[in-house]
């Protein structure tokens, strides 16, 4: 089955604890990206990858890392997680072009206390 | 740079009346238009998409959007609504300009009552 796997979906962490969300996809996507969602915010990007090796900030990446070493993974990184970073978060993948959709992971609600 | 605006946070529409999910964009190039659904504790689902042709396009569960390039719009609609339609709508774009990027609305919270 074609899918976005995110882990964990739920964690509960303290400020400044070193953390990482996984994000794999089974699809041979080009594209990947990163997403939180805050109420009456929608949907920001953190980071996004066009392809392995290459990565690129969204909209919201402060505080936040990423690595795309493997097509098929692109791990969240918080080094050090404070609690403005408390949110709901996911990731996406794509084919690399336009007219394609994005394909979501279930999301990762993480709390930093 | 691209935007999208969803001028409603909520729309409450009774079952069996028509839904009209509201979405305007800007965009620099050619925009690709998508329609996404969240249900609570789920990610986003795919419901339509706007690439090129025909301007009412249909998708998933009986929504279909229409496509006005003058009015720059892209609204959800679907001529009969349901409970389990219920969840938040979120409209997006891409724009061949700007590379391979999604930019989302702040989306909007259907509820349809029975």
């Known amino acids: 089955e074609a899918q976005v796997t995110q882990n964990p979906r739920y964690l509960i962490t303290v400020t400044g604890k070193k953390l990482t969300v996984t994000c794999s996809q089974n699809?041979?996507?080009?594209?990947m990206s990163w997403y939180r969602q805050d109420p009456g915010l929608g949907l920001r990007q953190i980071y996004y990858?066009?392809?392995?090796?290459?990565?690129d900030k969204g909209d919201v990446p402060e505080g936040y890392k990423v690595s795309r070493k493997e097509k098929r993974n692109f791990p969240l990184i918080l080094e050090s997680p404070s609690p403005n970073q408390t949110s709901l978060y996911f990731c996406?993948?794509?084919?690399?072009?336009?007219?394609?959709?994005?394909?979501f992971g279930q999301g990762t609600r993480l709390t930093v206390v | 740079a691209q935007s999208v605006a969803q001028p409603e946070d909520q729309v409450n529409v009774a079952e069996g009346n028509p839904l009209t999910v509201k979405c305007t964009y800007s965009?620099?190039?050619?925009?690709?238009l998508f329609w996404y659904v969240q249900y609570p504790n789920r990610g986003l689902q795919f419901l339509l998409k706007?690439?090129?042709?025909?301007?009412l396009v249909k998708g998933s569960y009986g929504f279909e959007a229409e496509f006005n390039k003058s009015q720059t719009s892209f609204h959800l609609k679907k001529p009969s609504a349901l409970v389990s339609d219920s969840a938040l709508y979120f409209c997006?774009?891409?724009?061949?300009?700007?590379?391979?990027?999604?930019?989302f609305g702040p989306g909007t919270r259907l509820s349809v009552l029975p």
């Open positions: 996406a993948s794509s084919p690399g072009v336009w007219v394609a959709e994005a394909f």
């Open positions: 699809m041979n996507h080009e594209y």
């Open positions: 990858s066009m392809n392995v090796e290459v990565t």
């Open positions: 965009v620099s190039g050619n925009p690709y």
């Open positions: 706007y690439i090129t042709g025909d301007n």
């Open positions: 997006a774009v891409r724009d061949d300009n700007y590379g391979q990027n999604f930019v």
